[in-house]
């Protein structure tokens, strides 16, 4: 890839990793960013030169190298819809605990209930360190946002 287009000639899949490579200080080039996520530099240029996509399997790769939820790039690879999203291990107790938390305070607001669901909140966790589910990370960009970085230049 000779010179970055306009960020709305790519595809939404496209469009997310090279954000994502913009954003970071220095910005990363396609073969850093390639070597970053353990993939050939040839298939990284076929999904930002076409609208390739990668199996559902190294999008949670790639996901996972870049600190993101899966969901967000599955959704973006066209693999699934924010109606029904697909979760990794990791999303999926995220999800799970905050519908039952949102369940919760919404139930009862006494003190006896309030107990209970301190006991189903600590039964969740426990169950997620049980089954050696790590908590969601995020991977911190180098540098802010490009939004945020001419906001500053004003």
Do not use: C, K, N
Not at 8 to 26: E, G, H, I, K, N
Not at 42 to 53: F, Y
Not at 81 to 108: G, I, K, N
């Amino acid at each position: 890839m000779s010179q970055w287009r306009d960020l709305d000639a790519y595809s939404p899949f496209a469009r997310v990793l090279v954000t994502y490579m913009w954003d970071q200080y220095p910005s990363l080039s396609p073969t850093a960013f390639a070597s970053l996520v353990g993939i050939r530099r040839q298939r990284l240029s076929t999904w930002l030169t076409t609208d390739a996509v990668p199996p559902p399997h190294m999008v949670m790769q790639v996901a996972r190298h870049m600190g993101m939820p899966a969901r967000e790039l599955l959704i973006a690879a066209g693999h699934a819809t924010s109606d029904d999203p697909l979760f990794d291990q990791t999303d999926a107790w995220e999800f799970v605990t905050s519908v039952v938390r949102r369940y919760l305070e919404q139930a009862s607001a006494d003190e006896d209930a309030q107990a209970e669901h301190q006991v189903i909140m600590d039964a969740l966790r426990a169950a997620r360190s049980a089954a050696r589910i790590p908590p969601t990370t995020v991977a911190p960009s180098r540098r802010p946002p490009r939004a945020a970085r001419a906001s500053e230049a004003d």
